[in-house]
């Protein structure tokens, strides 16, 4: 390997590490900021808690201004696949298509799925697909045309981004189409439409329907609660969050001391990093399906700073048992929408 390549390498690596510590450590930051929020909203906050965790906040901001002045000593760039809403991004390039067409008066029509849809790729290159494509619908454009239109579904599994009116010559769309492949879409071309497909992400969420807080109190105080991180300071926060929830809680920092637990406790709620040593999420997944075999597997979320960015994925059958993806960083609200979750159904079943 050349001394070119080896150092390209080495950027990569560090800049991958560079942003799972930058990820750790804002994790632990949201974490420490939910729980004050939780505190203040008491009649009587503990201050003394509220200090602490401010204390907290402060020494991880400073290890994210370390950690940035890292990366700018590294300075190749790497570029990696990750799951991320066709929605979001389609409304980050919106200004962009606007710009294109702001000299003709046409209206921008937009129809968005209700459901998020994440697609797992490089989402640039979905960014430059966009742009690309409207530059040549404009190219195109008749002086009779008022109004164009992106419209996005979800069908057969894939997500479908729907843009129009195209009266060109397929052909224009090469390069544009080289980029949708590259994250494993195809484009068609029907009744002068521009159909893109692409496969979508296991990302999921969860719809909570209202239950009152008073009512899952005590569901809530009953629900065991097991997390597993090998980073000390997201076992703790994630701990720390889950006990102000008012569930009860253990911890583990590694799998092969998850399953130890787990034998001892019949759990209600995982939430499991993916990266860890000895064992790692995927292998702990399989082992505890295997382990409730004649019995209610507990519920799953996986927390990690990135779901794909991992060298081997879940395997299909134990899929189902993944209640949700959660990115690090994550924040208060989104563990504590989880517990309920799992609380309302465990008191919809009891009922």
Known sequence: M????????????????????????????????????????????????????????????????????????????????????????????????????????VEIEEVKSEKELFVSGVETLFENFFISSFNIIKSRFTTQEKKIHTKIISSNGNGEVVIGPFYGDKTEFDFPSKLIAKSGGTIEFDNQEVKISFPLASKKDIELEDTAFDELQDVLSELKVLVIDDEEGILEIMGDIVTEIGC????????????????????????????????????????????????????????????????????????????????????YEQLAKVCHFVASNKMKKAS
């Open 2 to 105: 050349s001394s070119e390549n080896k150092k390209s390498k080495l950027g990569t690596e560090e800049i991958e590490s560079i942003g799972l510590e930058i990820k750790s450590n804002i994790s632990v930051s949201l974490g420490n900021l939910g729980l004050i929020k939780e505190q203040i909203l008491k009649e009587k906050p503990e201050v003394e808690k509220i200090l602490k965790n401010i204390n907290k906040i402060q020494n991880n901001l400073m290890k994210v201004d370390q950690v940035s002045e890292t990366l700018k000593s590294v300075t190749s760039r790497s570029i990696q696949e990750k799951d991320f809403s066709i929605n979001k991004m389609l409304n980050s390039v919106h200004s962009s298509i606007e710009d294109i067409f702001w000299k003709d008066s």
């Open 248 to 331: 009860y809680c253990e911890k583990a920092s590694n799998g092969v001391e998850a399953l130890r637990l787990i034998r001892k406790v019949d759990f209600d709620l995982l939430f499991c990093d993916i990266r860890m040593p000895r064992l790692d999420g995927y292998e702990l997944v399989e082992k505890i399906v295997e382990r409730y075999k004649n019995k209610e597997v507990p519920r799953i979320v996986i927390v990690s700073a990135n779901c794909r960015d991992y060298d081997k994925v879940l395997d299909a059958q134990y899929e189902p048992y993944i209640l949700q993806y959660i990115d690090k960083p994550f924040t």
